[in-house]
């Protein structure tokens, strides 16, 4: 028995850190305004580029919505990096005017290659490259947010992506989650002047950075996670703008939404393996971000975290252990606490019994896709984008 209360202690004490940490950016978020924002008070020019691996079913949507934007036309060129699209697809963006088609191919595909392929060929006259996943959709306005904090010095930005999609529970569930990541890891981070997290897409960059660190992005999956941390490295802090909406595609069934946490759990063990100890050496330099950075990818993932704490509680209250019971207990409502303080309301209203009973099936998915992170290690786990309804808000 002994034995075993080291073991729960241990257990409590890692879920207690966990509950802490993201409850004190939860309340960071809420309670401490991030800086004014303002749009761009300088035009500068701007590549937007739309990598698209098989992605016929959203990429003309896409291109044309980002066409769309207030920014002068004549300061953005929008460029699709063209993977393995069918010929007729092909042929509508460059039928479309005011698009750059780069067409490319590679025995195994990854977003850095096809991003690396399009820098190789456009020319060296832009001064940002915002970077979009095929499905997303920029607000109109959004260049001028995202471009603001350039004028303040940064070299690197996050804007603020949002569901483009509320068509399903799942769908509903993973816009939850991605506001709740938005709260905590961006709004809360730069509150307490840390830098935000990146996403994968909806990011700017200074031209000349983006080029400079791709190179060293060879990764089959989690290359946004990768890009952290070769930023973070080098001391380049990273901004989020709020008012910079990017509207993207949420998973909308259990098994995509399984093959999308495989792919983001292999990421946050290679960065927890690779960068441990860096990690913990840097913060002795005065790197906090990059050391912040290493603290996260030892987080249980929230949803895991969530069925965790719950089967814990039960269980332990059930078998009579109670001081263990309580204790699980305890960090499980200071767990939801962190949610309701993440969750915006327009998201609040759409919880029902519905979502609630989607819960323990994605807990098993997310749990089983730990054993699959492997293939995510072997090549990229696609995707797939299209919805039947869409439903921006």
């Known amino acids: 028995m002994p034995l075993l209360s080291a073991a729960l202690f241990v257990l409590l004490a890692y879920t207690g850190f966990c509950v802490v940490y993201a409850l004190v950016f939860a309340l960071a978020g809420k309670l401490r305004p991030l800086p004014p924002e303002r749009p761009t008070g300088r035009l500068r020019r701007v590549a937007v580029l739309l990598p698209a691996y098989r992605e016929d079913a959203v990429i003309l949507d896409s291109a044309a919505a980002a066409l769309r934007q ?32 780069i067409p490319v191919k590679f025995e ?42 350039f004028d303040r010095g940064f070299r690197a930005v996050q804007g603020h992506r949002v569901a483009k999609n509320l068509n399903t529970s799942v769908a509903v569930l993973d816009a939850v989650s991605e506001e709740i990541n938005n709260h905590i890891y961006r709004k809360g981070h730069r509150t307490l002047g840390l830098s935000s997290a990146l996403i994968g897409s909806g990011m700017a960059f200074e031209y000349g950075l983006l080029r400079e660190i791709l190179p060293r992005v060879q990764v089959v999956s989690g290359f946004d996670k990768e890009m952290e941390m070769v930023l973070l490295r080098q001391r380049v802090r990273v901004d989020y703008v709020e008012k910079a909406l990017i509207y993207d595609e949420k998973v909308q069934s259990e098994a995509v939404f399984e093959k999308q946490r495989t792919r983001w759990l292999a990421a946050q063990f290679r960065v927890m393996h690779q960068n441990l100890l860096p990690g913990f050496a840097a913060l002795l330099r005065g790197n906090v971000d990059y050391f912040d950075k290493v603290l996260q990818a030892l987080l249980l993932p929230r949803l895991l975290l969530l069925g965790t704490l719950s089967g814990l509680a039960f269980l332990l209250l059930v078998v009579g252990a109670f001081t263990f019971g309580l204790l699980a207990l305890g960090q499980l409502a ?9 969750v915006p309301e327009r998201l609040c209203v ?36 299209g919805t039947d309804e869409v439903r921006v808000g």
Request: contains cysteine.
């Open 70 to 101: 207030t920014y002068p036309r004549s300061h953005y060129d929008v460029v699709v990096v063209a993977d393995s699209l069918r010929p007729d697809t092909l042929r509508h963006l460059r039928d479309t005017p005011g698009l750059f088609v």
């Open 350 to 385: 759409l919880l029902g019994w519905k979502e609630v009973r989607k819960l323990p099936a994605l807990f098993f998915r997310f749990a089983r896709s730990v054993f699959k992170i492997g293939q995510a290690k072997k090549k990229f786990l696609h995707t797939p984008h």
């Open 108 to 149: 195994v595909s990854t977003k850095a290659k096809a991003l690396q392929a399009a820098l190789d060929q456009l020319p060296d006259v832009y001064e940002v490259a915002v970077v979009l996943d095929a499905d997303n959709h920029m607000a109109l306005d959004c260049l001028f947010h995202l471009l603001g904090p």
């Open 334 to 342: 200071l767990l939801l606490l962190t949610f309701y303080l993440s």
